[in-house]
């Protein structure tokens, strides 16, 4: 949104506010001819008419107020976003490149993992499976026939 557009919301936001103004300002004179004496259908078919005016008026400046908050968002964002720039080019300017990759030590191991850690982790679930099987198959034999029945004693 360009300088040119903010102006002419801007304007119309206060336009709207005048004629929603000047609205009231009609219908606070009508409900006092009401107490002078007009006619009451008169004054209430009136009144109805620039309330329904005034609601149409109310409607209208929300929506120019709603985008004239965007624009103030967006231009504080913007505003943000430069600042943010040039504090992070700024650091960059200062921080010194670093002559060493600190990681060079595991990258061997990454690529290459070790057959006999894996292997060795393999073992160890085979075994734990045997015994978890052992156990299963425990309930079908007596429990005097248990390997370790006798310690349990």
């Known amino acids: 949104m360009t300088e040119n557009e903010l102006k002419q919301l801007q304007e119309r936001a206060q336009a709207l506010e005048t004629q929603i103004q000047d609205i009231d300002d009609e219908m606070e004179r009508c409900v006092q001819g009401l107490g002078a004496g007009d006619d009451p259908r008169r004054t209430i078919a009136f009144l109805r008419d620039r309330f329904n005016a005034q609601l149409g008026y109310m409607y209208d400046l929300g929506k120019v107020e709603a985008r004239l908050e965007d624009f103030a968002n967006r231009a504080r964002e913007q505003g943000e976003l430069e600042r943010e720039e040039g504090v992070a080019s700024t650091l ?50 007596e429990p005097e026939e248990y390997s370790d029945w006798q310690r349990s004693r």
């Open 92 to 141: 960059i300017e200062r921080l010194p490149l670093a002559p060493v990759d600190y990681l060079d030590w595991l990258r061997p191991h990454i690529e290459e993992p070790d057959q006999e850690h894996r292997q060795e982790d393999h073992d160890r679930r085979d075994e734990g499976e045997e015994r978890m099987l052992t156990e299963m198959h425990r309930d079908d034999v």
